[in-house]
C-alpha cells in the first residue's frame, strides 16, 4: 500500500511533508503535491508532517476521496520531485484556516 495526498492539499501546498520523506515520493505542480505509489515506502513519515492532515494510507482514504488515489498515480509520474522546504502558496493560511487547523 501507499499512502496519498487528498483534496486538503489544494490551495496550501506545504511541502513539510516531502522534507520527511525518505525515498523522494513526493511529486508537485503549481496547486498541489501527490505521491507516487511506486516509490512510497508506506513509512507514514509525512502524515503527522502535514499541517492539513492531507495524507492518508491508502486503505484509509475516505470515500468522498478515493479519486485521488488514481490521481496521484497519474499526476506523480508526469511532474518533477519535491523534497526541499519549498514556499507554501499565497493561499495556504487561509485554506488551512478553513479546513480547521
Known sequence: MAYVVTSNCERCRF????????VACFHG????????????????????ACPVRAIYDRVDVPDDQQ?????????ATTL?????????LSTALARKAELGF
Open 15 to 22: 511541502t513539510d511533508c516531502a522534507t520527511t520523506c525518505p
Open 29 to 48: 505542480d503549481a496547486e498541489r503535491l501527490y505521491i507516487d505509489p511506486n516509490t512510497c515506502i508506506d513509512c507514514g513519515a509525512c502524515v503527522d
Open 67 to 75: 479519486q485521488w488515489i488514481e490521481i496521484n498515480t497519474r499526476m
Open 80 to 88: 518533477p520531485v519535491v523534497d526541499r522546504k519549498q514556499e507554501p
